[in-house]
């Protein structure tokens, strides 16, 4: 999350007053653990192509919440949203290659989710032109997750969810 919340801090920098921001983790969800490269590139997309397009810029979401059993992770904007409504799982949403709008963040985010969980992937794609994006997962929650599992699966060292010690709005 440090490198997460070291972003945030440049973003308001640079937005000034046209980014809002808004964390809420639970401190009972501090210490858990979520893979790494998840929720920073779906925070980066709000922030670029929803948010920095709209001349008044707007409010960036991070919720965190235990939901049955499962750590559900939320990242939303009031942003302009995608070009038609979307409400679904992202499929038919793919990257379009290297370059500004193409979508390839948010596909490598859900392709890293379904290659970790595999039928146990829930990525959600929530979104209204003018009204802002939802972008929601959940992952289940094991109390004696070997850190090591989760490398195997090609993925770096996941983060631990933890309070931002500046405040980033």
Known sequence: MEGLYSYLGVEKAR????LKLSVDVPPSLFGQR????????????????GIAPNVDGGTVRLRVAM???????VVEDDGVGFGRPLDGDGEGVEARGAGSGTLVGLSNVRQRLRTL?????????????????????????????DESSLIEAGEATPTRLRACEHDPR
């Open 67 to 73: 939901t049955r059993g499962r750590l559900r992770v």
């Open 34 to 49: 979520v893979p790494a490269m998840l929720i920073q590139p779906l925070v980066e997309n709000a922030i670029r192509h």
């Open 117 to 145: 969980l595999g039928p146990d992937c829930d990525f959600h794609i929530r979104s209204s032109p003018g009204a802002g994006t939802a972008i929601s997962f959940s992952l289940p929650v094991e109390e004696d997750t």
């Open 15 to 18: 937005f000034g007053e046209r």
